[in-house]
């Protein structure tokens, strides 16, 4: 099961095989450093540790330059792990790039998504507001009561209640989307759709964990 770190370009149009406009992003993945390969006998599961990007010396803790100092590699800004128990074929210091999902149709994408800050409930939760009519002044983008109703014991207000708040910044992982293109060459991944966070966001590709169709078809 092929996985990789990368970095999001951005989104643009591509033509499929019939003519028909597709919008997709395109991501620049790897090449990637295999830092550390876990085993279940060392340390409880199977997992391979990588690094993307490369970051300036006098940036890295001590601990974090002695990780990268045993493995063979070079300071990384982007260090992610994956289990997997194909772990026979990584070695430290090894090499990952998009040549790794040749042959693969759908993958996972995972990354954090943009951050909102404080948000209130009709763009956090689309909620409708209040009357747009003579009388309502100054809530029109009120959330309305939120306690419950007179007489019914319980909570003043329910856990899980939809109010303003912190709306973004959590990490989000796109399902079975298509890869349409790899250029290894330019060490570009393209899948069709969005996916989660800014242009130049890191995030990690893997091959689909389930069977089924595409999110797009």
Do not use: W
């Not at 149709?105 to 209040?130: E, P, T, Y």
């Not at 709306?167 to 060459?185: F, P, Q, S, Y």
């Amino acid at each position: 099961m092929p996985a990789i770190l990368g970095k999001k370009i951005g989104m643009t149009n591509v033509f499929d095989g019939q003519g028909r406009q597709v919008c997709v992003t395109v991501i620049e993945a790897g090449p990637c450093q295999v830092l550390q390969v876990k085993s279940v006998d060392t340390d409880g599961y199977n997992a391979v540790q990588l690094g993307f990007a490369e970051k300036p010396v006098r940036l890295v803790t001590k601990p974090l330059a002695g990780h990268f100092k045993k493995s063979g590699a070079t300071a990384k800004r982007f260090i992610r792990e994956y289990r997997t128990d194909d772990t026979a074929k990584y070695q430290p210091g090894a090499q990952v790039t998009v040549v790794e999902f040749e042959g693969v149709d759908l993958v996972d994408v995972i990354g954090v998504s943009k951050g909102r800050g404080f948000a209130g409930v009709m763009k956090r939760h689309h909620f409708g507001g209040q009357p747009a009519s003579h009388g309502t002044e100054r809530k029109h983008r009120s959330s309305g009561g939120i306690g419950e109703g007179a007489g019914i014991p319980g909570r003043a207000v329910r856990l899980g209640k939809r109010m303003s708040g912190h709306m973004g910044h959590e990490r989000r992982t796109i399902e079975r989307i298509k890869l349409v293109k790899i250029d290894a060459e330019a060490n570009l991944l393209v899948v069709r759709g969005s996916v989660p966070g800014p242009n130049g966001a890191y995030v990690l590709v893997r091959n689909a964990r389930k069977v089924g169709v595409p999110k797009q078809k």
